[in-house]
């Protein structure tokens, strides 16, 4: 089991940034890539960005590359999104996942391949 603590959400106007912190605890030694995903009212939960944990490499939806930036501090077992330049349609409950060794793998940017989630953090951007 791998337990995840989000926070850093909050109200922003457009332009602002905001931090969003995810610590893992438990069975943090079968990470194999951390990531965010978002879900605004009546919309599915969509893919935002993704980490590795032992090479650090990431992948970006396009809606927020140059804007988001991913970061991870393996010694906390802490994965960090910094999200400058906010825009009104980036307001949604943002959940970190974690997927682990040995579980189903349906491609990064999909929930399915993740096993462990957060409880949810609100985002929202003010026009």
């Known amino acids: 089991q791998v337990q995840l603590v989000e926070s850093g959400g909050g109200l922003v106007q457009a332009g602002g940034s905001l931090r969003l912190s995810c610590a893992a605890s438990?069975?943090?030694?079968?990470?194999?890539?951390m990531g965010w995903f978002r879900q605004a009212p009546g919309k599915e939960r969509e893919f935002v960005v993704s980490?590795?944990?032992?090479?650090?490499?990431?992948d970006y939806t396009d809606s927020v590359k140059g804007r988001f930036t991913i970061s991870r501090d393996n010694a906390k077992n802490t994965v960090y999104l910094q999200m400058n330049s906010l825009k009104p349609e980036d307001t949604a409950v943002y959940y970190c996942?974690?997927?682990?060794?040995?579980?189903?793998?349906?491609?990064?940017?999909?929930?399915?391949?993740?096993?462990?989630w957060g409880q949810g953090t609100q985002v929202t951007v003010s026009s």
């Open positions: 980490i590795s944990w032992s090479g650090g490499g990431t």
């Open positions: 996942a974690v997927r682990t060794s040995g579980g189903t793998y349906y491609g990064l940017r999909s929930p399915r391949s993740y096993g462990y």
């Open positions: 438990g069975r943090t030694f079968s990470v194999v890539t």
